[in-house]
């Protein structure tokens, strides 16, 4: 067995984290492959995986030599289909939010895998922003503004907000009438990891973007547990549209202030800028750009 097929070994059990599950994917027996990442850790005089009896995952090291690996395996089959006019093929790993593959991508996936039946999508959920080099992703789709990161970021239009309340709250606290109405009401905190703070309500209001802080009983990091906390009436919340198509149809949420929309997020697939881009990865972002998200 040549390096070569050491580093495919590596990859695929980092991917699938299972010596066992790699094995199966790739025709072999598990001592071959168990024997293969031994192999490269001796040889690199570094411990790439960490083993316990449920899970494997990649050390520090082993996440560098995970990405470094991916760009060479990339690199020869790229090169390979320069001469036979093949089909993009290989795996794509796509880090996104869980709601946005559920409602977004999946129902568009099998459309797309039918014109590229080579391509294996890898999609992982997230919300922060992940080292994408060191962790392997190829691609993530984020919303709202990014810090300089020396990522390339190409742009799939913007994200639709809405300002919602249970009908609880609503019966109990009244509708508020523009941002000046909302003396007396409260939010639900929703603390940003990239800010450090609580984000306060905005809205676009007589042309113009205005800001309102109201009083927070509760506090959160993350979006699920924000739009639980407004089913439950503990306060006034914005959040994508899309997220709250089936709670604003059935009034389990009410739209308030709908002539004064939040400011809508952008959204971006972003990649790394040093890293070739080849064509498994050009088609899925030419893929993800074809897309509604609304």
């Known amino acids: 067995m040549d390096r070569f097929q050491e580093m495919q070994i590596f990859v695929h059990v980092v991917d699938v984290r299972s010596f066992r ?17 031994k192999r490269g850790e001796e040889r690199l005089r570094t411990r790439l995986l960490d083993r316990t009896t449920r899970v494997v995952s990649p050390t520090p090291d082993g996440l560098v030599w995970y990405a470094r690996c991916k760009e060479i395996i990339h690199e020869v089959e790229d090169a390979e289909s320069t001469f036979t ?38 999609l992982t959920e997230g919300e922060r ?11 993530a789709l984020r919303a709202g503004p990014l810090e300089d990161s020396g990522l390339i970021r190409r742009s799939l239009g ?21 941002p000046n109405d909302l003396n007396g009401h409260q939010m639900i905190g929703f603390y940003s990891t990239r800010t450090q703070n609580v984000l306060p309500l905005d ?39 899309y997220r709250l198509q089936d709670d604003l149809r059935n009034g389990t949420m009410i ?40």
Request: one cysteine or more.
């Open 129 to 139: 922003l992940v080292d994408l080099i060191r962790e392997g992703v190829d691609i």
């Open 158 to 178: 913007e994200l639709s907000e809405v300002t919602v309340a249970s009908r609880e709250y609503v019966s109990r606290h009244g509708m508020p009438t523009d």
């Open 203 to 241: 809205f676009v209001w007589n042309g113009k973007v205005v800001t309102r802080q109201l009083p927070c009983t509760l506090t959160v990091s993350g979006t699920e547990t924000l739009i639980e906390a407004a089913r439950a009436g503990l306060g006034i919340a914005q959040l994508p549209r």
């Open 21 to 37: 599950g790699a094995a199966a994917a790739l025709g072999l027996a598990p001592s071959t492959v168990t024997d293969a990442v």
């Open 85 to 122: 006019n093949s089909s993009p093929e290989g795996r794509v790993r796509l880090d996104a939010v869980g709601s946005l593959a559920r409602q977004v991508l999946l129902p568009a996936l099998p459309a797309f895998l039918q014109q590229y039946p080579k391509i294996e999508l890898i």
């Open 255 to 294: 739209e308030l202030l709908n002539e004064c929309q939040p400011t809508p997020s952008p959204l971006a697939a972003i990649y790394p800028r040093d890293r070739h881009l080849s064509a498994r990865v050009r088609v899925v972002l030419d893929w993800l750009s074809s897309l509604k998200f609304g």
